[in-house]
């Protein structure tokens, strides 16, 4: 029984020794000399390093007719500190009026729904559950006309 106890003690120094480590994992950013994976259980790399959750997509940034409430809160933003993944504002069409979407600046953290006034409408995203504060779900499916308004430059 001692035995028992004294190898779980050690096995448990163990564990705690190998939990203190600083353990660093890369995504690969150097493609196979093939092109192809051997086999279906390892991940193929990547191009570029990945870095932001959320994946950049080439939109047009329209920084035209800017509302003095947005430019404002852009500049609240550049204040902060910067935000990884980087805060974007989108501007959509929903239920017949422009809106402004604010990317969440982490984890649970809530994205903010803007009407054309500035009034914050819901949040579409984000939380425990990641759906948001529930008054807009329908947001995803019935956003249109996407046009990237402003990305944190930093």
């Keep these: 029984m001692q035995r028992l106890l004294l190898l779980g003690a050690a096995g448990l120094a163990l564990l705690l020794g190998a939990c203190q480590q600083d353990v660093v994992v890369n995504t690969p950013t150097t493609p196979p000399v093939s092109g192809y994976v051997s086999d279906a259980s390892t991940p193929a790399p990547t191009s570029a390093n990945t870095v932001d959750a959320v994946p950049s997509r080439d939109m047009r940034l329209d920084s035209s007719a800017r509302p003095l409430w947005l430019r404002q809160r852009i500049q609240t933003i550049l204040n902060e500190r910067r935000r990884n993944p980087a805060i974007r504002i989108t501007r959509y069409r929903y239920d017949d009026m422009t809106v402004y979407y604010e990317s969440a600046p982490c ?37 249109a006309n996407e046009l990237l308004v402003w990305q944190d430059p930093r």
């Design 107 to 143: 984890c649970d953290q809530y994205s903010t729904l803007y009407d054309d006034k500035g009034k914050v409408l819901c949040h579409p995203e984000g939380g425990l559950t990641g759906r948001g504060d529930g008054r807009c779900g329908n947001f995803d499916k019935r956003k």
